[in-house]
């Protein structure tokens, strides 16, 4: 294959790491001879430091700030380093990205992204509609408004989980419990707040590539080993149940999903049956598994953004592991100069 | 019936449907393994009472209480062994 640029969101790294980072590492592992662009929004997200991960660094104006914005920053960066695909990584790009799909196609920057009827269907507050589908889904409440909840029992079972427009949830056994998540959440994500029944059994988290026609190009199931204390996962293993993946497929089979996504679906307790609790639209940060279970499917990606066929990948092995660890890097001053004044750090040279 | 049990033969078990593991005694291992090589429930108490030195009734209920376990963690459907 000759070499390409790749760019990638998603280079943060706290207590919860974006996508980016492992998405790059997969693409490496595939194609050691690419170009990275790393996209980050902070001059302190620790992927733009990384050896070995980007060979340029650019920071991007947030996503809030609308398509248009990004899109002017995607031309400049560009022009001086020319993009062959771009992998977003965060929920609250996909909207602006599916939006400026067309334009970053006229410039030559391929994506592999769902439609934004797609990118609809799997809201969380939208995610009923999969049950007409034959997708089972926990009953779900939209709350737009804090007067609605003190008569909330009259619609949905508690306990609830009470989920963000774009990340985290709560569980709530109360409406008053509802009412202190859904103000939290509605200052820090905005609106809609969603209002989901509990699902008493296990999780188990799938990261998918579906091919837009309802297809599935490959799938990673994992169940989580280890939680952080916001219930991310910390350390996992693939799994491989026929029934998950039958699951899967039909889910993906009813999005007519294209691109990457993750997956988070319960095991109930009693039944036994899949439920479908929340659908991300983008890879997750342990994606770098799926290299470790044979299916990179963030280089499956890249090849299909670039309109190369990537052939169904069989049911991933199970018992593969992994185990996230936080390491120290040291920095040098220049590198945070540099993104802090200019936005800007390269480690290869740039075509201006 | 138990193609979703890796077992090693140290006694640590994956179950490949659900990610959750477990650590058999010698005993379990040796039960399991039987079962696993297409032994049946029914012969288990002697193989056990030959290779173990138990009596055939200590083997008898040391086979039922194994199978309660795997039916209780959900790692054999219910119906098996009945």
Redesign the interface.
Known sequence: MKPCTIAVTGLNATDNPGPGVPVIRAIRQANPNCTIVGLGYDALDPGAYMEGIADHVYLMPFPSQGAEVVGQRLAAIHAQTPIDVLIPTLDSELAPYIKLEPVLRGMGIATYLPSAEGLQLRAKDKLSALSAKGVRVPKSVTLTDATAIAQLDQHIEFPVMVKGQFYEAFIAYSPMEVHSHFERLRAKWGLPVVLQAYVPG?E?DITAVGDGQGGLVGSVA??K?QLTDKGKAWG??????P??DAFVALTMAALQWRGPCELEVMRAKDSGECYLIEINPRFPAWVYLTVGAGRNLPWATVQLALGQAVAPMPPAP??ILFLRHSLDQVCAMADFQALTTVGELHRKETEQ | MYEHLALSDSGFLFDTRTGNTYTLSKTGTFLLRTLIAGGTWQELPTQLAATYEVDDETARRDVEQFSFRLKDLGLVAPEVGS
């Open positions: 296990t188990y994992m169940k080993m996992g293993v693939t799994i491989a149940d029934q998950l199970a018992g």
